[in-house]
């Protein structure tokens, strides 16, 4: 009765052991012996889960009021922290960075902030509400973990953490994303104004600092 796969996240812990998300439980399911291990969430369902294979650790966190994120190692199964944050009902993604203590949440309804974690030092290092933007996907840059990617359903964002001493900050890059046919609208040139034409009826195209009289 714990066997099944909900069709939520899973991930691989190490280079043959799987992971995935069942009811109250964590399961761990080695591909080459498909022997299975089983981790209890001590307070309820589980809620949001990701895995890192380079650490063996994953995280969770569990659907009750005013949750928390577990980070645990693997094979022990040991807790490793807890974090607790601002979140009042549930978080709905979580994810690790591909190098680093880092781990990135984000909280549903009513909150919908995006908070990237310390983990080892079980520290809150920024975070950023995005009112009423339900996100359904959310990784780290595996080059860089100062930088992630959310998706919702109408845009792709790119969020850059700016570090000045031990202060984090988190600063928003929205992507373009093509229209229903497949085309982007091209970027107005701040250099070069819009050719009109080959006809020379409008003169030659100029920077516009030289329209301008600037040089």
């Given at each position: 009765w714990v066997q099944g796969f909900s069709n939520k996240n899973f991930g691989f812990i190490n280079n043959q052991t799987a992971c995935y998300p069942c009811g109250n439980y964590i399961l761990f399911l080695d591909i080459e012996t498909k022997k299975t291990t089983v981790l209890q969430c001590q307070t309820g369902?589980?809620?949001?889960?990701?895995?890192?294979?380079?650490?063996?650790?994953?995280?969770?966190?569990?659907?009750?009021?005013?949750?928390?994120?577990?980070?645990?190692?693997?094979?022990?199964?040991?807790?490793?922290?807890?974090?607790?944050?601002?979140?009042?009902?549930?978080?709905?993604?979580?994810?690790?960075s591909f190098t680093g203590p880092y781990l990135a949440s984000y909280s549903s309804i009513p909150e919908f902030i995006?908070?990237?974690?310390?983990?080892?030092?079980n520290t809150l290092l920024c975070s950023e509400s995005q009112p009423g933007v339900?996100?359904?996907?959310?990784?780290?840059?595996?080059?860089?973990?100062?930088?992630?990617?959310?998706?919702?359903?109408?845009?792709?964002?790119?969020?850059?953490?700016?570090r000045n001493n031990d202060e984090h900050h988190l600063k928003l890059n929205p992507v373009e994303l093509p229209d229903v046919e497949g085309s982007v609208s091209p970027h107005k040139d701040l250099f070069f104004p819009v050719s009109h034409s080959e006809d020379s009826y409008y003169g030659p195209d100029?920077?516009?600092?030289?329209?301008?009289?600037?040089v």
């Open positions: 369902q589980v809620g949001a889960f990701a895995a890192n294979g380079n650490a063996q650790v994953l995280a969770f966190s569990d659907r009750k009021l005013n949750p928390i994120i577990y980070i645990y190692a693997f094979p022990e199964l040991s807790k490793l922290t807890e974090l607790k944050g601002n979140a009042q009902l549930d978080y709905s993604l979580l994810a690790f995006l908070s990237v974690w310390n983990w080892q030092e339900a996100v359904t996907s959310l990784s780290f840059n595996p080059m860089n973990w100062q930088q992630l990617c959310s998706v919702n359903e109408s845009s792709v964002i790119v969020w850059c953490i700016e100029l920077p516009v600092s030289a329209i301008a009289g600037l």
